[in-house]
């Protein structure tokens, strides 16, 4: 089992930044991969960009490239996402999650990941 307890999530600005944490406890992560997806009102769960844990190589979905990045805290069992000029398209709940590692990138299909946070609310205020 994979416990993931997201952080970092708040009401901000347009033009601010976040950085959301994503603490993995239980198993060792290190055959996994860890994706960030999020979900807005009334819309569908979206990848924003993954990780493979042991390597440490990221993928994103390309509307993420350029403001969002991904990177781990190996000692610390921790997943990062930075979010850089933030928009109020942006506001959404921010998921962690984590799927074995079956590729080489993580997968960008929710429904292909095996544990869930609880989820981060971000909110950008224009």
């Known amino acids: 089992q994979v416990q993931l307890v997201e952080s970092g999530g708040g009401l901000v600005q347009a033009g601010g930044s976040l950085r959301l944490s994503c603490v993995v406890s239980g198993r060792t992560p290190s055959n996994y991969a860890m994706g960030w997806f999020r979900q807005a009102p009334e819309k569908e769960r979206e990848f924003v960009g993954g990780?493979?844990?042991?390597?440490?190589?990221?993928n994103y979905a390309d509307a993420a490239k350029g403001r969002f990045t991904i990177f781990r805290d190996s000692a610390g069992k921790t997943v990062y996402l930075q979010i850089n000029n933030l928009k109020p398209e942006d506001t959404a709940v921010y998921y962690c999650a984590a799927h074995v590692v079956r590729d080489t990138y993580a997968n960008t299909t929710p429904n292909k990941y095996d544990y869930w946070g609880q989820g981060t609310q971000v909110t950008v205020s224009s």
């Open positions: 990780v493979i844990w042991s390597v440490g190589r990221t």
